[in-house]
């Protein structure tokens, strides 16, 4: 009896001590969310941040078939789209009927039609995966694009449909007219969101999911159907799509036909790609760094896109694992007895990749001022360095910084993995 009574309150405590651990990252979370308005005070920095947060649920919808089940869509945009223009409807429509309902809970509204939608596309794509999936995603995005132009009530014309996210009235003490009040219809929603497809990560039906991913094969013979694990995660994956959309949609106060393109499938697919599949909020992070990409970097250099490209194929190319996956290496290096040993090596093999970095950048840059930018005038400067198109010395510059970086990175990561190595085999002995 003694040694149940004292086995008891440790049986019962580790539970507890475990769910307040698995809890800690969601408060964070909350609390940045919170305090994030208070540091970035201008309009400009909030409607960035309503942004991002849009775009962060967006990329954790695609990771549900990216990275959980193993899909590539080429159309997910389609649900981000429809989704938009089915709460844009809505509010119009309940604004002419005069109807007082909640501003906050329209994303609802794009989230069921966008699940609707997901149910009959997942039921036409999700037979195979791999590619004959991609390709009929990709069909049916290009077909609900196509037939925006038959539909102009639906859709609107160029400009798009327009609306006024205040005409449904104040509710929950904001009337919805600052920016702020939005950011706090996104964060609620981010969290929402986030909190439901980690639960989905642990339910039976997201483990089918990476089975399904892993060797779809073998969970036919266990008696599951692989077609119906990927319509429903499809069905899923649309659904919070379409809250993104819907998000947007009050954000902006506009929805056009471009949000159905291949423009917004293909962002959504760096997003989550350069962010990192195998880390839950890995999309969140990728989210945040293209994001910011897209809205800083286009407004001081014309070849932004072209950065995007480079960064996608550094991450295919050297890592995989995304950018989440970088900072969870740099946090169990961090966290290891060797980091000590290797911090010369890696501080020089960083001074090598930043001459790389900035050689691309200068030769880039020095590409579009000469050709697409001509008219601009060959003088230029670039990461405070005065540069020339027409000068050879610039052009020297930068391929001498990659080619540098380039020759001298190869033999510091040489030696760095035989470190490794060495270090390896002395934790073993």
């Not at 480079?310 to 996956?325: C, E, S, Y």
């Not at 391929?399 to 030696?415: C, E, K």
Request: aromatic residues 10%.
């Amino acid at each position: 009896m003694s040694v149940n009574a004292v086995e008891t309150p440790q049986q019962t405590s580790t539970p507890q001590k475990s769910g307040l651990i698995s809890g800690l990252p969601w408060v964070a979370i909350a609390v940045a969310l919170a305090l994030l308005p208070m540091i970035f005070t201008s309009n400009s920095m909030i409607s960035t941040l309503n942004y991002l947060g849009t775009m962060a649920i967006f990329a954790l919808s695609y990771n549900v078939l990216l990275g959980q089940t193993g899909l590539l869509s080429l159309g997910h945009g389609t649900f981000f789209g429809l989704g938009g223009f089915i709460a844009t409807h809505a509010v119009l429509h309940m604004a002419d009927a005069g109807w007082n309902f909640p501003l906050p809970l329209v994303p609802l509204i794009g989230a069921a039609g966008a699940l609707v939608l997901g149910f009959f596309g997942g039921w036409l794509a999700s037979g195979r995966g791999g590619m004959p999936f991609a390709m009929i995603t990709l069909g049916l995005a290009e077909l609900v694009y196509a037939a925006a132009a038959l539909f102009p009530s639906i859709y609107g014309s160029e400009e798009g449909i327009s609306m006024d996210r205040m005409d449904l009235g104040a509710s929950f003490g904001m009337d919805y007219g600052p920016t702020l009040d939005i950011y706090v219809i996104v964060a609620v929603w981010f969290l929402i969101c986030a909190a439901l497809l980690y639960f989905f990560s642990k339910t039976p039906l997201g483990l089918l999911a990476n089975s399904v991913r892993d060797n779809a094969e073998r969970v036919e013979f266990l008696g599951f159907s692989s077609k119906r694990v990927r319509m429903l995660a499809y069905a899923i994956a649309a659904a919070i799509a379409g809250v993104a959309g819907s998000l947007a949609a009050l954000n902006f106060e506009i929805m056009t036909v471009n949000e159905l393109g291949a423009a917004t499938s293909t962002l959504v697919l760096l997003m989550t790609y350069i962010g990192g599949t195998k880390h839950f909020f890995g999309p969140v992070l990728g989210a945040i760094v293209i994001g910011l990409m897209k809205i800083w970097l286009s407004d001081i250099s014309s070849a932004w896109m072209m950065y995007f490209g480079l960064l996608f194929i550094f991450v295919v190319m050297v890592q995989p694992a995304g950018l989440a996956g970088m900072l969870m290496s740099g946090v169990t290096l961090m966290r290891s007895g060797t980091f000590k040993v290797q911090a010369p090596l890696l501080a020089l093999i960083g001074l090598a990749g930043v001459a790389t970095l900035v050689g691309i950048i200068v030769l880039t840059e020095l590409a579009y001022r000469a050709g697409l930018d001509a008219e601009l005038g060959p003088q230029m400067t670039v990461l405070w360095l005065p540069l020339n198109a027409t000068s050879v010395l610039s052009w020297g510059l930068g391929f001498v910084l990659v080619a540098g970086g380039v020759l001298t990175m190869r033999p510091l990561l040489d030696r760095l993995d035989t470190l490794r190595h060495s270090l390896g085999k002395g934790e073993m002995a």
